[in-house]
């Protein structure tokens, strides 16, 4: 069974402050790995798509990696804009098309 | 990217009634789309996958006579929660992918906030 773990649950940052969120995942042949923000009472919105190791990707402050066994959000040097819940998800040729989702990381930063 | 817009984005109803929810892709097709229910400070738990033309698939747990899924055309999928309890009360989120491109992200609508009092 496909695994996605997030961590940490909850980071709280100054303004200005950069850090990494953490996606590990367990799945039988990754095909995708995506980053999404989702903001209170919203649907996600997409940040990302890595599909090898050693891909990186960015988006303003927000630079997304992958290894064979997780994926990583940078955020370098923050803005309060920035606070949301961020969710990874996973999609491997053995889930039948859906996406495995991790349980997110609630981003507050600071001013 | 590809635009899903979900309807409505807020439904207040009473116990016993049914409930529709429709998504829609804007500007692309999708012959597939998935339904998620939100728990508070939860991930996305999948509900079903809606294939256009063809019975909805439902994940473990799913009452499909309660959930009832429909995909008409590619580009409209409804959701309808029948003889709704406050039990059902959560936030529903619909996604789609674009026609014939499986393994790309998924675009999510922008959720529906259901409260049955």
């Known amino acids: 069974e496909d695994q996605v773990t997030q961590s940490p649950e909850a980071l709280r940052l100054q303004e200005g402050e950069s850090s990494s969120l953490n996606c590990s995942y367990t799945?039988?042949?990754?095909?995708?790995l995506f980053w999404y923000r989702q903001d209170p009472g919203k649907g996600p919105e997409f940040l990302f798509t890595l599909y090898s190791a050693g891909e990186e990707k960015e988006k303003e402050r927000l630079k997304a990696t992958l290894t064979k066994k997780e994926s990583f959000l940078h955020i370098t040097a923050p803005k309060p804009e920035d606070s949301a819940t961020y969710l990874c998800?996973?999609?491997?040729?053995?889930?039948?098309?859906?996406?495995?989702f991790g349980s997110g990381t609630q981003l507050t930063v600071l001013p | 990217g590809a635009v899903v817009s979900q309807h409505p984005s807020r439904v207040i109803c009473k116990s016993g009634t049914s409930v529709k929810i429709e998504c829609r892709s804007l500007?692309?097709?999708?012959?597939?789309m998935f339904w998620y229910r939100q728990f508070p400070k939860k991930s996305l738990m999948l509900m079903a996958t809606s294939n256009e033309g063809s019975k909805a698939t439902y994940e473990q747990g799913v009452e499909k006579d309660k959930f009832l899924i429909n995909h008409a055309s590619l580009t409209l999928s409804t959701l309808t929660v029948t003889s709704a309890h406050p039990e059902d009360s959560s936030f529903y989120i619909c996604?789609?992918?674009?026609?014939?491109?499986?393994?790309?992200?998924?675009?999510f609508g922008q959720g529906t906030r259901l409260t049955v009092v």
């Open positions: 996604s789609a992918r674009v026609l014939g491109q499986v393994d790309t992200e998924a675009f």
């Open positions: 799945v039988s042949g990754l095909r995708g």
């Open positions: 998800a996973a999609f491997s040729s053995g889930s039948a098309r859906q996406l495995t």
């Open positions: 500007d692309f097709q999708a012959t597939t």
